[in-house]
């Protein structure tokens, strides 16, 4: 699976244009006083216009796999790698998933997070900068019901269960190490922070097999 467009809100255009252009250096789709959209790798990311205080969401970035400590670095010295809340970490390795992350806020607050997996054959032969951000990868998902809600996923998109990530009660993931739905119990706490999963508006469109399919929440 593949997440070609994700679609957020935003309470400030201009600052999220600032973020997103200036520090990550991803490049302007399009812009208007109510929408901005960047090119994240094959993504196109979407912020829209909200009155709403401060929706906030958590989403991630597949970099090259080669690459961690070097986006590490970069991301850290220009905007602030976060520390767990539970014990000061900054570097994350699952080994469930042959991954190592690191995580940052941007000027929403919303939780990012920049991915190595280790699984994917996506190596550079280059100097790390923020334009070899590949794409939007994961993108997390509030919901009342998380076993429903993924199996109406499931059965409709003919999608499948993260192999990597065994479901629960109040989390599951779906899809592949290319792209991932997220499903948070609503409420539910977004490691590695304090920040509790909120439900906002947000659409998704993803590829499947060649098959372009659109979802939105709540």
């Given at each position: 699976m593949r997440i070609t467009e994700l679609t957020l809100l935003t309470n400030n255009i201009s600052e999220t244009t600032h973020f997103y252009h200036k520090l990550l250096n991803f490049e302007i789709a399009d812009k208007n006083t109510n929408e901005v959209s960047f090119k994240a790798g094959?993504?196109?990311?979407?912020?829209?216009?909200?009155?709403?205080?401060n929706p906030v969401y958590h989403f991630t970035f597949n970099i090259p796999n080669n690459k961690y400590e070097e986006a590490f670095k970069i991301i850290d010295n220009s905007i602030g790698v976060i520390s767990s809340v539970e014990d000061g970490t900054r570097i994350f390795e699952f080994a469930n998933w042959n991954a190592k992350s690191f995580y940052f806020y941007d000027n929403n607050n919303n939780i990012l997070e920049c991915i190595a997996r280790f699984d994917l054959d996506n190596q550079i032969n280059h100097p790390f900068k923020n334009t070899d951000i590949q794409s939007v990868s994961e993108i997390g998902i509030n919901v009342d019901d998380v076993h429903t809600e993924g199996q109406k996923i499931i059965n409709e998109y003919n999608l499948d269960y993260f192999q990597k990530q065994k479901p629960r009660e109040d989390f599951a993931v779906i899809?592949?190490?290319?792209?991932?739905?997220?499903?948070?119990?609503?409420?539910?706490?977004?490691?590695?922070?304090?920040?509790?999963?909120?439900?906002?508006?947000?659409?998704?469109?993803?590829?499947?097999?060649?098959?372009?399919?659109e979802v939105e929440y709540p």
């Open positions: 094959s993504t196109k990311l979407i912020f829209k216009k909200t009155d709403y205080d899809g592949d190490d290319n792209g991932l739905l997220i499903l948070g119990l609503n409420n539910r706490i977004w490691f590695p922070t304090n920040q509790r999963g909120e439900k906002h508006y947000t659409k998704i469109k993803f590829e499947v097999n060649g098959k372009i399919s």
